[in-house]
T-cell receptor, first 113, second 114 residues
Framework: AQRVTQPEKLLSVFKGAPVELKCNYS??????LFWYVQYSRQRLQLLLR??SRESIKGFTADLNKGETSFHLKKPFAQEEDSAMYYC???????????????FGKGTKLSVIP | EAGVTQFPSHSVIEKGQTVTLRCDPI?????LYWYRRVMGKEIKFLLH????????ESGMPNNRFLAERTGGTYSTLKVQPAELEDSGVYFC????????????FGPGTRLTVL
């Protein structure tokens, strides 16, 4: 069965330090992966998606099919990066023709001034 | 442009009562999704509407949950009767197309069953 694992519940880094939020997945098909972010008192929003191969707010994520990983990275953390980060896998529900998101449990990033 | 809205933002009910959650998607979005996060667990898919039709309801936990989307606009999710384990945050999301497309999330409804 498909699964998304985010091993760290909480990650604390100092401002200016590099950040890496880990995400591993298990899926027999061709994965489409996303990172969603939820800032304090805000709704869940898309940060970036694998298919776009873009950098958003300085964050990047590379799909490594060999290691089944999609880690989120930023070279220099900023205080405004503090938030909950969710890795998500989009999969096609067999027989239903429906694409749904499977989420990891999330990692809370805390950037210390 | 208004985003996805959900009502109420918070609901506290007693076990055995009925609660109805509402979601208004972004105008023009045919796809509407319901998700739920219970305490300590990940956000889980409940079901997916395309316009007024249920495309996939494989994530609905049991027959106490009923979702509707009359006219293909807003959607309701009714829990009847509510149980303690139904407590959590219920999210609604909408998108223009169903695949590889950004899902826009609402703020969620926090349901507490006492």
């Amino acid at each position: 069965a498909q699964r998304v694992t985010q091993p760290e519940k909480l990650l604390s880094v100092f401002k200016g330090a590099p950040v890496e939020l880990k995400c591993n997945y298990s899926y027999s098909g061709s994965p489409e992966l996303f990172w969603y972010v939820q800032y304090s008192r805000q709704r869940l929003q898309l940060l970036l998606r694998h298919i776009s191969r873009e950098s958003i707010k300085g964050f990047t994520a590379d799909l490594n099919k060999g290691e089944t990983s999609f880690h989120l990275k930023k070279p220099f953390a900023q205080e405004e990066d503090s938030a909950m980060y969710y890795c998500a896998l989009e999969l096609l529900a067999s027989g239903a023709g429906s694409y749904q998101l499977t989420f990891g449990k999330g990692t809370k990033l805390s950037v210390i001034p | 442009e208004a985003g996805v809205t959900q009502f109420p933002s918070h609901s506290v009910i007693e076990k055995g009562q009925t609660v109805t959650l509402r979601c208004d998607p972004i105008s023009g979005h045919d796809n509407l999704y319901w998700y739920r996060r219970v305490m300590g667990k990940e956000i889980k898919f409940l079901l997916h509407f395309v316009k007024e039709s249920k495309q996939d309801e494989s994530g609905m936990p049991n027959n106490r949950f009923l979702a509707e989307r009359t006219g293909g606009t807003y959607s309701t999710l009714k829990v009847q009767p509510a149980e303690l384990e139904d407590s959590g945050v219920y999210f609604c999301a909408s998108s223009q197309s169903s695949s590889y497309n950004e899902q826009f999330f609402g703020p969620g409804t926090r349901l507490t069953v006492l």
